[in-house]
């Protein structure tokens, strides 16, 4: 069975994430809303902040310890080229029970053996990139896993979206327009040819927010039916 997906994300009122600047308070409040019991990072969006997190000491290549009714949700990273290596901090920082990556049969080895030393636990899903599809079967499968909440960028979102994944898509307007011709959106994926994939979403929840923000969160009707 396939987990219930949330898309969360702060843009500007022309639906851009570059140049914009998101009260991290806010959209954190809102998506602590939900109780997620996986969160699923983008691997470039983690890959921005590892600049700022500490190197690895020896602990890293301890077990971690478990403790029973740990409510936190799992941090879920799709990293099929084995980019990341910040995932002590990723662990610290304290807002997920653990965390775990996302790979494929293209993986290089180098990297299963990595996480393996680090007591990272991987799923394998996928030829090239992560199958999220499959991928998101055994979350919910193996890990329990009913809700994830997306925390990424335009790439996953639109891979996510294009597959037919999403249930949900919530947007924090933030009252700011950028344009731009190749300006990151929160949807980017290759071009349709015709109507018929356009998604329709039906409208859940509106509020204004501190600083003439509005939050809207949309049901996903999975596709265009009335073509
Ligand atoms: N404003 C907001 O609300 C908000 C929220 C989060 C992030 N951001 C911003 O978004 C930016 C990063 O976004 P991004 O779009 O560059 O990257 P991203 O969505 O964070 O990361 C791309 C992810 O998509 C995966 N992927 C790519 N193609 C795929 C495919 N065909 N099938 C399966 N998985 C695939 C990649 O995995 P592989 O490595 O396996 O390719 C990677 O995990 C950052 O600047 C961050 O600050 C903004």
Redesign the pocket.
């Known amino acids: 069975m396939l987990p219930r997906v949330i898309l969360h994300?702060?843009?500007s009122v022309d639906g851009r994430?570059d140049w914009i600047s998101?009260d991290i308070g806010i959209?954190y409040e809102l998506a602590s809303r939900w109780k997620e019991d996986a969160t699923l990072a983008?691997?470039?969006?983690i890959l921005?902040q590892e600049k700022e997190m500490p190197e690895e000491d020896d602990e890293v290549f301890e077990p971690q310890k478990k403790k029973s009714g740990d409510k936190r949700p799992l941090l879920v990273?799709?990293?099929?080229?084995g980019?990341v290596r910040k995932w002590h901090a990723l662990r610290k920082a304290g807002y997920w029970r653990d965390v775990m990556a996302l790979c494929s049969h293209s993986t290089p080895m180098t990297y299963l053996d990595y996480l393996r030393k680090r007591h990272i636990d991987h799923v394998i899903a996928g030829t090239d990139?992560?199958d999220?599809k499959a991928a998101l079967e055994v979350l919910n499968a193996r890990y329990g896993v009913g809700l994830v909440r997306v925390?990424?960028?335009?790439?996953?979102?639109g891979?996510l979206l294009r597959a037919g994944l999403v249930d949900e898509v919530s947007v924090l307007f933030n009252p700011s327009l950028v344009g731009g011709m190749s300006t990151?959106s929160f949807f980017?994926a290759p071009d349709l040819m015709s109507k018929e994939k356009v998604i329709n979403l039906e409208l859940i929840h509106v509020e204004k927010v501190k600083g003439d923000r509005v939050w809207l969160r949309y049901k996903v009707v999975r596709w265009n039916t009335t073509l």
């Open positions: 994300n702060e843009v994430m998101p959209f983008g691997c470039d969006t921005k990273i799709p990293d099929s080229r980019r990139h992560v999220l925390d990424s960028g335009g790439t996953l979102n891979v990151g980017r």
